[in-house]
């Protein structure tokens, strides 16, 4: 029997922080922008569109809990949300908070530069604080 | 009365196609990509998350015919999806066909280099196309 698998590539560049029902939540290892990465946890899933009704309305719903979760988090000034899978296929939908002053604004974050990670303290108070608010509704493990 | 009103910017780079129930359908006209864009028709809409979740499931479920006509369309490689609005605040989604020779693979097409338009007969030719794919389910006209 096939299971759910993270791509090598994602489990290297994040970190996770919790999982709704369909997808795990991850944390993009880079401290230039908070940046979360909702993954369905579907064996082989590539495109949003090849997936059924039910998967994709679920998916917009805890991608839209994500986005609402981390623009409070951050009162950033515009949310960027994008399903690309250009070099890891596994599906996977990038959530990022946009300020004015942050690289490469207005451009996207996508192959801007090199990931810089978060050092160890402001790592654990950002997965603390995200995990606090994505648990505040249901179906969060 | 206010009314829906397309961004100056997105009524200049982009032809129009169709409308589905929420969504207008757009081209980018840029001969780089196959490249569609869909904006809601709700007035002061700029981030997804802030919808109700009646729209948020519309623009899904819009958001993947518009994908799956353009894989049909072009059969390419990979569908990039997002929405970003860091310079048009007016809500609107691409969908974006890439192949692994197109300009700026694997990297995002935002901000890459500058638009080049299609010429007259080419751009006819793929508006018409996919204005009958996009055509043959309910809710377009």
Redesign the interface.
Known sequence: MNSFQLDVRLTADTVFIGTFSLCEIRLMNDCRWPWLILVPRLVGA????DLS?VE??Q???E???V??AL?THTNCS??????????V?QLHIHVIA?DENDP?????V??YGDREEYGEPELAEIVGRLQKMLSSGSGYS
Do not use: C, D, F, V
């Not at 490469?104 to 996207?108: E, H, K, L």
């Open positions: 590539e495109e949003i569109h009704p994709q309305a998916i917009a719903t991608t839209s809990r986005a609402t623009k515009k949310i960027n949300t994008g399903a690309l899978g250009n070099i296929r946009r490469n604004w207005p451009g996207p996508w192959g």
